[in-house]
């Protein structure tokens, strides 16, 4: 499923500004993460490494996939 269309811009920039800097700070990571949950209103974020998401009310999961779609 596309959920592109269904996330605010914002919250794309702010979810790829964080795995962007995750790699910044830490280039030797092996671990890749599957994504971030992030808060719709804070824009406040975790990398997810593994497992289902448990998110809370406010978040939403984007997946690395989505993350990565327009950095390269």
Request: proline fraction near 8%; charge should be negative; include cysteine.
């Given at each position: ?23 910044e700070?830490?280039p030797?990571q ?18 997810i ?16 996939g989505?993350?990565?779609?327009d950095?390269?």
């Amino acid at each position: 499923m596309d959920f592109s269309a269904l996330l605010d811009p914002s919250l794309l920039q702010a979810a790829r500004h964080i795995y962007r800097t995750y790699y910044e700070v830490h280039p030797d990571q092996v671990q890749r993460p599957i994504g971030v949950a992030i808060d719709r209103f804070t824009h406040r974020g975790k990398l997810i490494f593994s497992g289902k998401p448990i998110l809370l009310p406010q978040e939403c999961f984007i997946p690395v996939g989505q993350l990565e779609a327009d950095l390269y």
